[in-house]
């Protein structure tokens, strides 16, 4: 499959008063012409610095220490601001995780979309701005889309207010939609009908999309593989099938078991991770999970672990490694399954 995006080795560290935050420490993931991938993780992980990164939409204190970002042949990193705007909103686009926040209060919605087209193509008439910001109000099914062009971002429910966010990230037809945690603050059901409308336009467009969540069930509806992320680093990476079927990871395994199922008893407890993300300003020498891992060993503490592959599957654990004990190992045998799912 053609490649869109491809990170490399990225690194980003926030210069603050009590130190370096080192917020990704080493990311490398690809994305493919029409595909969705899901980046997985709790809250510090890192998912929303690497989205933001790839915009260079960081704060004054924010360094990319290494790495790159190459989209469509170019590399993001070494691009100057005016290289960045003209990208922005044209080629890559982003919903982010609170429209309310994102959204102008006191500027009617519709010509905030109206705005973002005009960035970019200002050859465009007032009539015709009009009419596209129409016919993306209708795609995204805002109800009486003509009446709502005139409405302001408080007068929309927080559904509503999605869905112009994203009309307005699809306003130019990006190559790549960004979307960070856009679902988060909506209930299950507006939740559903967001996932569906993202799914139909990403095919009616053929846009590739970064879905950024903590929620693997979510994932599971959407994506086609994904990342998982902890510590600033990837620790497993799959197809949507293999990563359901076949965990590499003992974070990957946790997350999986705290996700509520029909078929799971009802007086059974969802199971929790114990323990607190790692400080970033003081990140662990080893693998970053070790501490609240299980089934952690000394070296895990000790060193971080190289990657191992299996087809397109890839995780970094000690545990993985050919030499790992069999006793008490959760995951022996399980490289050689996803090796023989990938053959």
Known sequence: MEEILKVEGLKTSFMTSSGEVQAVRGVSFTVHKGEILGIVGE??????????TILRLLADTARIKEGSIQFEGKDLTKCNEKEMRAIRGQKIAMIFQDPMSSLNPLIPVGRQVEEMMKIHHPEL???ELKQRTLE???QVRIP???KRLKSYPHEFSGGMRQRVMIAMALANHPDLLIADEPTTALDVTIQDQILKQLRTLQKQYDTSIIFITHDLGVVAELCDR???MYGGLVMEEAGIDEIFEHPLHPYTLGLLASIPGINKDKAERLQSIPGSPPDMTNPPKGCPFAPRCPYARNICAAECPPYVQAGGHRAMCWLLQPDAPAEGNPLYGKLAAAEKEAK
């Open 226 to 228: 994904v990342v998982v």
């Open 144 to 146: 009486e889309p003509e």
């Open 43 to 52: 809250s510090g992980s890192g998912k929303s610095v690497t989205s933001m």
């Open 136 to 138: 993306l109000f209708e």
């Open 125 to 127: 008439k007032p009539e």
